[in-house]
């Protein structure tokens, strides 16, 4: 019976734990989405009156759909960036012996290791010393730094644990490298690859740290966002921060889901 209650009071304990961890996390996205429902112009509490009006003026805002707009176009592309070269890299990496291999692995995830606004800093110095203007094409060279080490480890990793000897079953049939990879690689990998570009896409969508330092005249959707809590946080951006949210929680689920698959 003494053991039970102990056993009791640690249950409890981790259920309050994990309760307290959460409502920490989540509590201020939570209070987002309750204000994006708020009829009033200014975030009060209580809330008088409830309202999906925010949503709507969002849909006629149009420098926040254009922010969107590029943002959509920058993360298109550079999820394309990060396939185009991450996925031959974890390749390259996973099957082959080259020298400075550890030393390749390492410089391809610097990208995503070191924080955002070093990455920024470095590549706006280095695109104001080769007089590059500042645009939507920088901000998508930015990006595609540290999506290529995100699509590389998504891959990489799933290639560890591919069965080999099917692949050398289709040589020994005769299949070329390239059949091979095209029939039996891919197919068993190809999990990996979506859910590598749904993440890569989503990153490439919230990312603001980077894009606030190459920016040019054209904002994305984050920078936009910043520069409108300079006039404080209002329903509308309550509003944008609850679909960006919903947009990324679907993501991350789908993500979740293509890793789990396979394992």
Excluded: C
């Excluded at 590389?152 to 290639?159: D, E, I, K, S």
């Amino acid at each position: 019976m003494g053991k039970q209650l102990r056993m009791d009071g640690i249950t409890a304990s981790l259920w309050i734990a994990a309760i307290l961890i959460f409502l920490f996390i989540y509590l201020p996205m939570i209070v987002v989405i309750v204000y994006s429902f708020n009829g009033n112009a200014v975030n009060s509490y209580p809330i008088t009156s409830w309202s999906t009006k925010w949503y709507r003026i969002l849909l006629q805002d149009v420098p926040l759909l254009n922010s969107l707009w590029n943002s959509l176009m920058v993360a298109v592309s550079g999820t394309l960036i990060g396939l185009i070269l991450g996925v031959p890299s974890a390749f390259a990496v996973d099957r082959f012996k080259f020298p400075g291999k550890v030393l390749f692995e390492r410089i391809v995830l610097l990208p995503m290791i070191l924080p955002g606004i070093i990455t920024g800093v470095a590549m706006m110095s280095l695109f104001i010393q080769i007089k590059m203007e500042l645009s939507l094409t920088t901000i998508l060279l930015g990006h595609g730094t540290f999506l290529i080490a995100v699509v590389m480890t998504q891959v990489y990793a799933r290639l560890k644990r591919l069965d080999r000897s099917i692949e050398e079953a289709s040589m020994d049939l005769g299949a070329s490298r390239l059949r091979t990879f095209l029939l039996i690689t891919l197919p068993n990998i190809k999990t990996a690859v979506i859910g590598a570009a749904l993440l890569s896409f989503t990153l490439s969508l919230d990312e603001i740290a980077v894009s606030y330092f190459l920016t040019g005249r054209e904002l994305t959707l984050p920078v936009q966002i910043w520069a409108m809590l300079r006039r404080g946080i209002t329903p509308e951006v309550n509003a944008i921060s609850t679909l960006i949210f919903v947009f990324s929680v679907i993501m991350i689920v789908i993500v979740t889901r293509l890793s789990a698959e396979k394992d």
